[in-house]
């Protein structure tokens, strides 16, 4: 029975560790061979015997390395296997381009994915291209959503500014309301009645204001029919219709639309009735 732990190792006397000489050997450069286990990565049908095998089915494969076959520096292996019934050399690589598997010989694939050709056929400097067109155009959308995410902000803005102005003409119009309370003065009173007059007396320059105009335009024509050739006839003619301006002008002023002011009711003291009396206030 050996020792566990070596603790003393035998020299011979004639041991010279000169003579122990390092070699290399030589140097493999062909495709390199490992034995691996996997699983077939696609169904297939032996081209020999016409035996199916499944997509699955474990085999004990030879992976073959070789160094010069790349595409895009991305090393490709191939996978030697044999037919489960004929023993026939079955070989299939890996295909980085396609991310999928591609059959050399041997068998063949019982369903053949589908295949962009254009994309297949495509250059290398085509590829750049089209990646770089794909890129700007994906920056185009993003600069548009940006604008869109920006324009709706700006929408937000403006309404939110729009509410709080609404809210501060309602905050101003309960204090008025308030105030007008506490003073002991009717609202409708007080500010209904001022925005009647207000809106009236608009309205009583507004028809002022057309007065002048028609007649400023009236003078105008007056001038202009007086300065015509047959004067006498023009006299004569105009008088009917200067009495009729006249008898226009002389009229009274249109009534002013009744206001459709509501009617407030006064609240009925019924604590007077009651005997109940208030106190006066301190303050």
């Not at 520096?73 to 999928?100: G, Y």
């Not at 009645?193 to 028609?214: G, P």
């Amino acid at each position: 029975m050996s020792e566990r732990k070596v603790l003393q190792k035998y020299y011979p006397a004639d041991f010279d560790p000169r003579d122990i000489a390092r070699r290399r050997g030589t140097k493999n450069s062909g495709p390199r061979f490992q034995t691996v286990r996997l699983m077939a990565p696609f169904s297939m049908k032996c081209m020999t015997c016409g035996e199916f095998i499944y997509k699955g089915r474990k085999f004990n494969s030879r992976k073959e390395t070789d160094i010069e076959h790349r595409y895009l520096n991305i090393q490709i292996f191939q996978f030697h296997i044999k037919c489960t019934r004929c023993s026939a050399e079955i070989i299939f690589r890996t295909d980085p381009k396609n991310n999928d598997y591609a059959m050399v010989r041997g068998a063949v694939r019982n369903m053949e994915p589908w295949r962009n050709k254009v994309v297949e056929e495509e250059t290398v400097d085509e590829r750049l291209d089209r990646l770089e067109q794909e890129e700007a155009e994906a920056a185009g959308e993003e600069e548009k959503n940006a604008m869109a995410d920006l324009e709706a902000k700006n929408a937000d803005a403006r309404r939110e500014m729009a509410a709080a102005d609404m809210l501060d003409e309602i905050r101003q119009r309960n204090a008025r309301i308030h105030r007008s309370e506490k003073e002991g003065a009717d609202y409708a009173d007080t500010i209904v009645r001022s925005e009647d007059e207000e809106r009236a007396r608009q309205e009583k320059e507004d028809e002022e204001a057309a007065k002048k105009a028609f007649a400023d335009a009236r003078s105008k024509m007056e001038a202009m029919v007086g300065e015509g050739p047959d004067k006498s006839d023009s006299n004569g003619a105009s008088k009917p219709h200067e009495s009729a301006l006249v008898g226009s002008s002389s009229m009274p002023p249109p009534a002013l639309p009744t206001s459709f002011k509501r009617a407030v009711k006064k609240k009925k003291d019924f604590s007077a009735l009651l005997g109940i009396k208030k106190k006066a206030s301190l303050v």
